[in-house]
């Protein structure tokens, strides 16, 4: 007996908030909106990037092209990142100083910005840190960034009803509804850039398959590709209550006779052992051409979350 899940595509995004306070606000509506992905909003996982190890920017910090480990580090978790939610507060009209640091440190060459939808949220006094945003919207046409224009999000954190707690939590259930439209957007416009058409690679479903006999799971990824396939890795990560359990790496061509040739494709990724019922699969393809340099064609990072036994019968 089986059962079978179709599995929306997981797009990953970095969090930033330009505010460096413990009760920070803008921080606050970054803590609410990972809250609404694990409530409401599936297929998307934010991760909250601290920008305050980064040392201010000065050039005299880079040797021969590479840059501090605590920049390293901040640069790989932007250069992962299939997109960005900003909370931006307002700074005399404009971004504060410590999201402009990591806005420029992640710009230095490469520019890891580049080519990356966005979207951005503030929050404060006056007009809702919203000045803030129209000059980050202005910083991004620089760094290549592409922002979400709708919906837009603001909010007075001043005035009733109460908005934050003491911890600058976010606690009015009328802001949160309009956050998780911000995340919905940013959602659909990620997947609408990474699905344009003009990716070599285009996945058209993938099925997971629990089998009951021996609690392994069967993953079947079916797409079509306009280029050769040479080569790839898959990277399974499996979490249990946010513990991780293991990670494996398969070679794609061991799975598929390579080279795959341009056309419809069907990945079989066969006896993957979940261990236990409630865990969370997270599945990363790397794909690349027939070219000497192994050019990289595509990324897909799908995640499978069992919330309780198998739902298998018979
Ligand atoms: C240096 C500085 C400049 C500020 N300038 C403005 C401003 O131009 N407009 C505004 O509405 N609020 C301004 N504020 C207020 C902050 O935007 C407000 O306190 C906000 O809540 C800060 O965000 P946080 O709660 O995430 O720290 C300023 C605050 C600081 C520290």
């Known amino acids: 007996m089986e059962a079978v899940t179709a599995i929306k595509p997981l797009i990953r995004v970095a969090a930033l908030s330009g505010s460096l306070r413990k009760t920070s606000f803008n921080t606050g509506l970054l803590r609410a909106a990972i809250d609404l992905t694990k409530e409401s909003v599936p297929g998307i996982q934010i991760e909250y990037i601290d920008i305050s190890p980064l040392p201010l920017i000065n050039t005299d910090l880079e040797v021969n092209g590479t840059y501090p480990p605590v920049v390293e580090a901040f640069r790989q978790k932007i250069l992962e990142a299939d997109s960005i939610l900003f909370a931006s507060p307002e700074y005399n009209f404009s971004v504060s100083a410590p999201l402009k640091n990591a806005l420029d440190w992640a710009s230095r060459p490469p520019n890891v910005w580049a080519d990356k939808p ?3 949220i503030s929050t404060g006094g006056g007009f809702g840190g919203g000045r803030s945003q129209y000059h980050l919207r202005q910083i991004g046409v620089f760094l290549d960034l592409h922002f979400i224009n709708k919906p837009e999000f603001t909010l007075n954190a001043f005035q009733p ?17 309009r956050l998780k439209q911000v ?4 959602q659909a416009f990620t997947l609408r850039l990474q ?19 021996n609690n392994k799971a069967n993953f079947t990824i079916s797409g079509s590709t306009s280029k050769s396939i040479n080569g790839g890795v898959i990277h399974v990560d499996v979490e249990i209550d946010m513990t991780h359990l293991f990670n494996e790496k398969y070679d794609l061509c061991a799975l598929m006779a390579c080279p795959v040739a341009p056309g419809a494709f069907v990945l079989p990724l066969d006896n993957i052992v979940p261990f236990y019922p409630m865990v969370k699969i997270r599945v990363r393809i790397d794909i690349f051409d027939d070219s000497k340099d192994s050019n990289h064609i595509m990324c897909l990072t799908f995640e499978i979350k069992r919330e309780s036994s198998f739902a298998v019968s018979g």
């Open 195 to 213: 699905g344009d058409g003009s990716s070599p690679v285009q996945v058209t479903s993938v099925e997971e398959i629990v089998l009951k006999d």
């Open 118 to 120: 966005a979207a951005v």
């Open 183 to 186: 995340l919905l957007s940013l």
């Open 161 to 177: 009803p109460q908005k934050f707690d003491a911890e600058g939590n976010l606690v009015d259930e009328a802001a949160k509804e």
